[in-house]
């Protein structure tokens, strides 16, 4: 569907022309003084230089030759030349019943939809998931649903780490203690147990003891580079165990990834780039890309527009070694191949942005994507504790993403226990469902390149802008449309009447402007927005909640009508809150 402010905007520039202005200077925007219209267009300031009249002269003409109106209903040109616009009563209720019937409320989908992958999630096989991958997981998810919304063909790639040092530190430690297994025995000619030789718990010993032993011992250390090495190169026993690490991990990661909502749709990782990469860097030598530089193989990527020094793209080391740019640069050769992407999305750390730059345009330059292909980085910030440095546990040691989304719902579950609304038996699956949503939205309700405080007192009130107060609002609409079922009557195909009061015409706007923001958050990655939209929505329907006798309602039609709207602001806000990657109970 059109979107409702280019409805008015349509109406008003034909009123434009018909005055003699362009229609161009008809830009209609939200109002900044909500208490005396609903939209306003700043046109006839902007036109009064080109036609050397006063705007207010521009404006009044304009008015007066606005004929032709379904969704302009009251209409004022004001000093100095403002044009203040309230919409239609029932314009606004035709709209929304539009919505009600199309089929996704109203979004008007991709006409020519996009392949895109979303690269997002990528964490590091063996370690620990903690904190800082939280945000690249949450962002990253709601990014990938949003596309999807609007009609894109969108794949979400978790790309792990799983090709780095770790891996040789982990042999090199499992081969301290356990030197007897197969996979250190170079003269074994079998086959290797099927049975890792750890379990995940053991692996989270291991990684962070063989780490810290590195970091003392420099013949630890030159052990590790060297099985990383041998690993790389395709050392038999070492590749088993990387297998066995990569198993145990996986399995894992995907039981946090499900807790967090979070589902992708391949899981390949930087592993998967390394068969092309010879190819690739064969290439870019014979045709002249990459240049030897101070003994390591580079691209340059300064252009001359660029106002400070951005150093080349790295892509070989003086030993002969990959980096992670080669790895970027590779993976993007398999995904052209594979998905001829028109868009690639990254999520990581807002600090790797020069190195995503760097990568972009070394793939440009040679070729590796084409020119259109929009490559795309959302750096995100910190995610920090209410001292204001990154997020630590009480003891001051890294958080553990586990921990933290068991701290939350412990939390939860006290509060909806206390609150005694839910069953007992329910209490727990409520507190993971509530719990998520505090999580979640108190990180995408941030713009996602701002560093942000945890403060899980407030995400996890059911006050104030919060994902909570977000689902509160959602279960009291649908305990009322519940009630309303259970007297025997029937909800689908209600439809909405013109507002009776201004509380309930400001819900109705807030409701039309639900295709506008979905398509906004898309163009601008930008899941902060529908936050915005969603906590704007759920105050709109509690002010109209509590100046409103709803079920009381006497005139049976009005009553529908109430009805029929709080169906509509329940499935907006839940299709909403599914894009933002949770969901509502039923109750709370
Ligand atoms: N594993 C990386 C990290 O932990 C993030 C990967 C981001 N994606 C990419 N294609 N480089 O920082």
């Not at 003269?187 to 990684?207: C, K």
């Not at 005139?555 to 009508?561: G, I, N, P, V, Y």
């Not at 509509?568 to 039923?586: M, T």
Request: hydrophobic share 40%.
């Amino acid at each position: 569907m059109k979107k409702i402010i280019d409805c008015i905007e349509e109406e008003l520039g034909a009123a434009f022309e018909k005055a003699g202005y362009e229609k161009s200077y008809a830009k209609v925007t939200i109002s900044n003084r909500p208490d005396l219209c609903e939209y306003q267009c700043n046109g006839a300031m902007a036109g009064a230089k080109a036609y050397h009249k006063a705007p207010f002269t521009i404006a009044e003409d304009v008015i007066e030759k606005l004929q032709e109106r379904e969704y302009i209903g009251e209409i004022e040109a004001v000093k100095p030349g403002f044009i203040n616009i309230k919409i239609d009563r029932k314009a606004a209720a035709a709209y929304l019943n539009a919505m009600k019937e199309s089929e996704g409320l109203g979004i008007e989908k991709a006409a020519a939809p996009q392949m895109i992958v979303v690269d997002y999630g990528g964490p590091n096989v063996a370690k620990p998931l903690h904190v800082g991958h939280l945000r690249s997981a949450i962002i990253g998810e709601s990014v990938k649903r949003i596309a999807r919304k609007m009609g894109h063909k969108v794949l979400g790639d978790i790309h792990l780490g799983d090709w780095g040092y770790q891996m040789g530190l982990i042999i090199t430690e499992l081969k301290e203690r356990e030197p007897a297994l197969a996979y250190f025995d170079d003269a074994f000619e079998g086959e290797y147990p099927e049975e890792a030789p750890f379990t995940i718990g053991e692996l989270e010993e291991i990684y962070p003891t063989a780490s810290a032993r590195a970091k003392e011992d420099e013949g630890y250390r030159e052990a590790a580079l060297h099985a990383t090495y041998l690993l790389q190169n395709g050392h038999k026993g070492y590749t088993a165990v990387w297998k066995h690490i990569m198993k145990v991990s996986v399995a894992d990661l995907k039981k946090n990834y499900d807790n967090l909502n979070v589902e992708f749709d391949l899981w390949k990782g930087e592993s998967d780039a390394q068969s092309d990469i010879p190819a690739m860097i064969e290439r870019l030598k014979a045709e002249g890309f990459a240049h030897i530089d101070q003994g390591a193989l580079v691209i340059d990527v300064q252009e001359e527009s660029d106002t400070k020094e951005i150093p080349p793209c790295m892509v070989q080391k003086s030993d002969g070694a990959s980096l992670y740019g080669t790895t970027d640069l590779a993976t993007l050769v398999q995904r052209q191949r594979d998905y001829k992407p028109n868009k690639v999305i990254y999520l990581a750390d807002k600090r790797q942005e020069l190195h995503f730059l760097q990568v972009f345009r070394a793939a440009k330059k040679t070729g590796i994507v084409p020119e259109e292909t929009g490559l795309s980085f959302l750096g995100f910030g910190t995610m920090n504790g209410k001292d204001g440095k990154p997020f630590k546990t009480r003891e001051g040691g890294i958080m553990r993403l586990e921990n933290l989304i068991a701290d939350i719902e412990e939390e939860m579950y006290k509060k909806i226990t206390d609150n005694r609304t839910v069953e007992e038996e329910n209490a727990a699956a409520t507190a993971k469902l509530v719990g998520l949503a505090a999580i979640k939205y108190g990180d995408l309700s941030n713009q996602a390149s701002k560093d942000y405080v945890f403060d899980v007192d407030r995400f996890t009130s059911f006050e104030g802008n919060t994902g909570p107060y977000i689902l509160y609002t959602i279960v009291r609409i649908k305990s009322i449309l519940n009630k309303y079922a259970a007297e025997g009557k029937e909800l689908a195909g209600l439809r909405i009447a013109a507002a009776k009061s201004d509380g309930e015409k400001a819900l109705m706007l807030e409701a039309a402007k639900y295709n506008d923001v979905m398509a906004a958050s898309y163009e601008e990655l930008a899941p902060h927005k529908i936050c915005a939209y969603i906590y704007d929505l759920a105050n709109a329907f509690n002010r109209f909640y509590h100046e409103t006798k709803i079920l009381a309602e006497e005139e049976e039609e009005t009553k529908k009508s109430y009805l029929a709207l709080l169906l509509l602001v329940k499935e907006i806000l839940e299709a909403c809150i599914d894009v933002l990657g949770f969901e509502a109970p039923e109750r709370m």
